[in-house]
């Protein structure tokens, strides 16, 4: 067995039987015209999936909002960064030489796309099954850290406003800075003239919220 296959099965819990799918999962479009995206958007949805079923299993009491705000916590980009540098990924990707000059193998973006079209790629090889089990293991601490639902920062934020009789927050995108494959864009959000807070994230909504965040903790503090 091959030093990939050995790192995908302890990784996704099932030996690999079509290693170049897998590889294809492991490249960025930068190295290869045969790249990850159409795994990533596929194993984007299997998780949506295989998450929404298992807090629908472990959460039985819970309303559909509050199951909404747990999966929205769980799938972000940013978590399943971290899931990828858990694996190791980095270790594995297949890049073009500036893509990997600009920083792409520690990219959010990069490595929450390519832990998605690994997903992907099991689902398709190995099922529903396999897919869902894999899912399972590698978000088992992250489910059961939090045993009540997390309020996403924006919301709590929207909710903090309303109760003290503030507009609504206003988001602007102040800056966009970065290669393609790893932007970074800052945003500020503001509460009329009351207060205003700024955050930078690798995506809109990754800087949105790390901006709300901070509006919030300094609202309440």
């Not at 819990?13 to 995206?37: C, K, M, N, Q, V």
């Not at 293991?137 to 109760?163: F, G, M, N, T, Y």
Request: glycine residues 8%; negative net charge; contains cysteine.
């Amino acid at each position: 067995m091959s030093a990939l296959a050995t790192w995908l099965e302890a990784a996704l819990g099932a030996p690999p039987r079509d290693l170049a799918l897998y590889e294809r999962a492991l490249t960025h479009g930068s190295r290869s015209a045969d790249h990850y995206e159409r795994l990533e958007f596929l194993g984007d949805r299997v998780l949506a999936l295989a998450m929404a079923e298992w807090l629908y299993e472990r959460f039985p009491g819970e309303s559909e909002g509050q199951l909404s705000k747990r999966l929205n916590a769980l799938v972000t980009g940013p978590v399943c960064a971290e899931i990828a540098r858990g694996l190791g990924v980095s270790a594995h990707l297949q890049l073009g030489k500036q893509a990997r000059d600009d920083g792409a193998s520690d990219s959010d973006n990069v490595l929450g796309d390519v832990v998605e079209a690994l997903i992907g790629a099991l689902y398709l090889e190995q099922g529903l099954a396999a897919a869902r089990a894999a899912v399972r293991r590698l978000w088992a601490s992250r489910v059961e850290a939090d045993l009540r639902a997390p309020q996403h920062p924006k919301s709590a934020l929207q909710e903090w406003a309303a109760a003290h009789n503030r507009r609504p927050p206003d988001y602007a995108v102040i800056e966009r800075a970065g290669p393609h494959h790893a932007p970074r864009f800052t945003v500020r959000v503001s509460l009329g003239n009351l207060a205003e807070a700024t955050a930078t994230g690798g995506s809109k909504q990754e800087a949105e919220t790390a901006a709300a965040a901070t509006l919030l903790a300094r609202l309440e503090g």
